[in-house]
């Protein structure tokens, strides 16, 4: 996707400009009342969490396997991991019982993903792409969008058609 032409003067990065591309996308659910894209990113963020997380505790406690690191069992305790050093077998036992709890990470990862898949399209339905959108615009406005079409412009003729739409539903 070619995103220079978000720019209007200067230059920017390919990464500043994804990321205004993003806030502009967002922004533009938010305006017009879908939050699809958002929930969508929302839980990809939410997984991608997961994901870290359980690295890290795993990571972690492997680490302190083979020694006893009291930063690394400060950062446990406040995940709710607790790691007893009273005595050896204290040690050993809360390190395998914080092993079986991390493994709760998993499931729900698991369930995280099923989230996901169950947001994308199911097989033989496809999302709708921006040509379709706008060739779906062209046919209830009447007349052909410009090439060039603007986001803020792109917004004002759905909000249209979405008073046309209530209008024709209130006088039917």
Same mark, same amino acid.
């Given at each position: 996707?070619?995103?220079?032409?978000? %720019? @209007?003067?200067?230059?920017? &990065?390919?990464?500043?400009?994804? +990321?205004?591309?993003?806030?502009?996308?967002?922004? #533009?659910?938010?305006?017009?009342?879908?939050?699809?894209?958002? $929930?969508?990113?929302?839980?990809?963020?939410? =997984? #991608? =969490? %997961?994901?870290?997380? =359980?690295?890290?505790?795993?990571?972690?406690? *492997?680490?302190?396997?083979?020694?006893?690191?009291? $930063?690394? @069992?400060? +950062?446990? #305790?406040?995940?709710?991991?607790?790691?007893?050093?009273?005595?050896?077998?204290?040690?050993?036992?809360? *390190? $395998?019982?914080?092993?079986?709890? &991390?493994?709760?990470? *998993?499931?729900?990862?698991?369930?995280?993903?099923?989230? @996901? /898949?169950?947001? %994308?399209?199911?097989?033989?339905?496809?999302?709708?792409?921006?040509?379709?959108?706008? /060739?779906?615009?062209? *046919?209830?406005? +009447?007349?052909?969008?410009?090439?060039? %079409?603007?986001?803020?412009?792109?917004?004002?003729?759905?909000?249209?058609? #979405?008073?046309?739409?209530?209008?024709?539903?209130?006088?039917?």
């Amino acid at each position: 996707m070619d995103l220079k032409g978000l %720019l @209007i003067k200067g230059k920017a &990065s390919e990464k500043e400009l994804f +990321e205004k591309w993003e806030d502009l996308v967002r922004e #533009n659910y938010k305006l017009n009342g879908g939050f699809d894209y958002l $929930n969508y990113c929302d839980v990809i963020e939410g =997984y #991608n =969490y %997961l994901i870290a997380e =359980y690295n890290v505790v795993k990571c972690t406690l *492997i680490q302190l396997m083979f020694f006893v690191d009291d $930063n690394y @069992i400060a +950062e446990l #305790n406040e995940k709710g991991y607790r790691i007893d050093t009273k005595d050896s077998l204290s040690y050993v036992q809360s *390190i $395998n019982a914080a092993m079986r709890k &991390s493994d709760g990470l *998993i499931t729900r990862m698991k369930m995280k993903s099923n989230e @996901i /898949a169950g947001m %994308l399209p199911k097989e033989g339905q496809k999302a709708a792409t921006f040509e379709e959108i706008m /060739a779906g615009l062209t *046919i209830c406005l +009447e007349f052909d969008l410009p090439e060039g %079409l603007k986001l803020a412009r792109f917004n004002e003729y759905k909000k249209i058609i #979405n008073e046309r739409n209530q209008k024709h539903v209130r006088d039917n």
